[in-house]
């Protein structure tokens, strides 16, 4: 199958841009460090949803396909590759976290791999 590349700049809108996705948006989640779970997800999600419910009903399914994740072991957050400490109960928006933004975490070291604790 050939390939036709773009040479120089794009003469088209993106098309994941944010006024496709209205009251939503996309945003990729990173497990830092996991080789189980070792590229981002992306998941579409309201802007208003609270940190606190992002993290139970889109992170932690999405971790526990990792056999060793323990929910509430996540720590360490960074947005965009700047250290984050989120608020729970704000939502995604308030917080700066934005469409298509990077939001990655990593787990207490005894929360993975670790079955002796």
């Not at 999600?45 to 609270?50: D, F, R």
């Amino acid at each position: 199958m050939g390939v036709r590349s773009i040479n120089g700049e794009y003469s088209f809108p993106s098309r994941s841009r944010a006024e496709l996705y209205g009251d939503d948006q996309l945003l990729h989640v990173l497990w830092r460090g996991n080789p189980f779970v070792c590229s981002a997800g992306t998941f579409r999600v309201p802007k208003t949803i609270s940190f606190e419910e992002f993290v139970t009903t889109v992170l932690e399914p999405w971790a526990g396909a990792d056999p060793d994740f323990i929910p509430g072991s996540e720590q360490s957050y960074q947005l965009d590759l700047v250290d984050f400490e989120p608020d729970p109960s704000l939502p995604l928006q308030d917080q700066g976290i934005g469409h298509k933004s990077l939001l990655s975490f990593e787990v207490s070291s005894y929360a993975v791999g670790d079955h002796s604790a």
